[in-house]
């Protein structure tokens, strides 16, 4: 089987997993054109075969608000995306659909690049204030601002009627697939790269690796939120953003900002950060509210972030430019997962393949320390928890750090676990014969091979 995938193109290049099961996940990468026509369906229908020999369960699919709506407002296309899913059901697989509300791509090195609509990046053009913006007004177009989120200004909708009205479009043209429970979960795209986050660590704006990023509220209506926020507070001197933050790659240290003992954990700071993560709560609310109207019936998910590097900083200032203010005692992913609990929605987290002693000192990373926070507010609060990878991993020590985060050992009562994992991603190198191997093995274990069993 491994010779016979290796003469494939890389159509898929993610496996999902279920404890009840296997999933592989389509890639976002050139399956459906910018016409919403599907690509090399032949090879795409062998790919999908192999993988249900393996015993995967089903396929995740990425649905771009900048192929469906590309043209105009409220004219949406669903061809090739029908056509897709003609195929899974007919190879007997489930669907797990993403509605993905951003860009994909747009670096110079991106094989594949899919905007926002055009009719989105034109207003853009009159208005830049409907992207996100840092201190000095730079701006990337990977997803609207939510200080849109009820203006009307995306010629005469609101952001949140934009994302309704795609979902809405979406659950009536995909009726039969939702009756038949083809489809099996709705994850919902609330900002970059899907995750609820700012775009405080932007590639094409400089940022670099292990960079704290940028605070990304200096847009004429997130802006103005923050003043009204400020005077409601009796403190209108607040209403501004930081002055001392640094740049995106600086270091906690660096900024006046961020060091131990700064700005962050005084009146002003603590008053700045609690409304920008509140703002980021809301917007989860309330897009994750509208898709509970659309898909009623149907489990829905969200993703968030693993920004773990200088988490063992006083600051943890990546985590802080990204909207989780998560510093000292207070737990920034607590509120997150009550608001995903409000709406039965189920956590999607990666990283759980990391191990923290592997990371440098000197950015000061604990990715274990972040996965055991975040999975324990979900659990603490009772919703669904699915994980995933974020490097690629074809070694027994990582598979089995997942494994590790799948079952957890210390949890006695068996109560605690993931309900599945996204494997990144399909490549020549996962099949080759040793990697592919080590890959079958992690399969079978994920699928119910005890946990306390991981050689």
Known sequence: MTTQ???????????????????????????????????????????????????????????WWGIVEAHAPQRYKWSGYKRLFEIVRDINLKLRVVMSFHQCGGNVSDDVHIPLPRWVTEIGYRNPDIFFADRDLRRT??????GIDKERVLRGRTALEVYFGLMRSFRVEFNEFFE?????????????????????????LGWKYPGIGEFQCYDKYLFNSLQKAAEASGCSSSGKGPWNAGSYNSKPQEAEFFRDGGDYNRFYGRFFLKWYTQVLIDHGDQVLGLANLCFKGTPIAAKLPGIYWWRNTESGAAELTAGFYSVDCRDGYSPIASMLKKHEAALNFTCLEL??????????????????????????????????????????EGYNKILENAKPMNDPFGIHYLSAFTYLRLSLALLEKHNFMEFERFVQKMHGVQRHNLN
């Open 355 to 396: 191990h923290t002693v592997d990371q440098k000192k000197h950015f000061l990373a604990d990715p274990e320390g972040l996965v055991w926070q975040v999975l324990n507010a979900a659990w603490e609060a009772n919703i669904s928890v699915a994980g995933e990878n974020a490097r690629p991993c074809y070694r027994r």
């Open 141 to 146: 177009h990977e997803c609207l601002t939510w």
């Open 180 to 204: 038949n429970r083809v489809i099996s979960e709705i994850e919902i795209g609330l900002g970059p790269c899907g995750e609820l986050r700012y775009p405080s660590h932007s590639a094409k």
């Open 5 to 63: 995938l290796i003469g494939l193109p890389m159509i898929i290049q993610r496996l999902l997993m279920l404890l009840q099961g296997c999933w592989s996940e389509i890639s976002r990468m050139g399956i459906i054109n910018m016409e919403c026509e599907i690509v090399d369906a032949n090879n795409l229908v062998n790919q999908l075969k192999i993988l249900k020999s393996a015993k995967v369960d089903g396929v995740v699919v990425e649905c």
